[in-house]
């Protein structure tokens, strides 16, 4: 290990499985102290229990590590605000904030309820501005009492929030968010010294086993497990470490052993008549337009 979180304090939400739990212990690896968040649901956001947050405490201090755990419900602001004073009462300070925490209730749009709809949007999209929000505002205040921080924010989108997934309506429009919150966090928190990126990654987790049964089964012992969750933690704790400064306001793409930096929308052909047109001439510019676009990447589920 390289050491290249020591002396850091890092919160890491939904972290006592899957990604989230990597991460956590990824991050006390490289010297980080870390507070572990997790309200113990399952795999729908259903129950709770404080038991996985506190399994994950004891693994990193099994190993030598610093580490507390956080059972609270940040997608409320009083959990929200006890999870970032957990770090400052815990440990004195605040480096890093990975948002990870997540569940998915899928449906097609027609059979999707509002309960469903809104449970999903509340863990991934507000379960993000929440924490952002209090550790934004203790940032904030370091930074005007003259002691600007040196501060991370990792976000967590997906592919569906990128590209679109078949029966994830609910869950591609929350990741879909979180890009746009990372964009808006990155340019607005830079001058109190947070950086904010966002990553999209692709793990074997309680979320994507079913879905993708198929590609993320385990491989045959000895051979490059693709699809572990522990692959994608190496970029989270670069991305937390002081050592990735002038980097903001980016989506990257992780699985296994790539990396990809996404480059998200950007103006393609365009045509200017300089008058208004009619419906009819507006359909065939952009049917022209069209024709000299990229074709558009597909919906995950489609092919």
Not at 52 to 59: D, F, I, W, Y
Not at 80 to 101: K, P
Not at 222 to 237: H, I, K, R, T
Not at 258 to 284: F, N, S
Request: net charge neutral; hydrophobic share 45%.
């Amino acid at each position: 290990m390289t050491g290249i979180c020591t002396g850091r304090v890092a919160v890491v939400t939904g972290a006592g499985r899957g990604l989230g739990r990597a991460h956590a212990l990824a991050l006390a690896a490289e010297g980080a102290r870390v507070v572990v968040n997790d309200l113990g649901v399952a795999a729908d956001g259903a129950g709770a229990s404080a038991g996985p947050a506190r399994q994950v405490v004891e693994e990193i201090r099994a190993r030598g590590g610093e580490a507390v755990a956080h059972t609270g419900d940040i997608t409320t602001g009083e959990g929200a605000g006890s999870l970032i004073a957990t770090a400052l009462d815990s440990f004195g300070r605040l480096d890093s904030l990975v948002n990870n925490a997540g569940f998915l209730r899928d449906r097609m749009l027609v059979n999707l309820d509002e309960d469903d709809w809104d449970a999903v949007l509340r863990v991934h999209l507000t379960g993000h501005f929440l924490p952002l929000r209090h550790a934004a505002a203790h940032w904030r205040a370091e930074a005007k009492a003259g002691r600007t921080p040196d501060a991370r924010v990792v976000n967590t989108s997906s592919g569906a929030g990128l590209l679109g997934s078949v029966g994830q309506g609910n869950y591609s429009a929350a990741k879909a968010g979180i890009l746009g919150l990372t964009l808006v966090a990155a340019a607005e928190l830079g001058r109190y010294g947070v950086q904010v990126n966002a990553i999209a990654p692709a793990a074997r987790t309680r979320m994507t086993e079913q879905t993708f049964a198929d590609s993320m089964a385990a491989p045959a012992e000895g051979e490059f497990d693709a699809m572990a969750p522990e692959n994608v933690s190496p970029l989270v704790v670069w991305l937390s470490a002081a050592d990735s400064a002038r980097v903001t306001g980016r989506v990257f793409e992780t699985e296994g052993g790539r990396i990809t930096v996404m480059e998200g929308w950007r103006p393609g052909p365009t045509a200017d008549k300089g008058a208004r047109r009619t419906p009819v001439e507006a359909g065939g510019t952009a049917r022209k337009l069209l024709a000299a676009a990229e074709p558009a990447w597909p919906v995950y589920g489609t092919h």
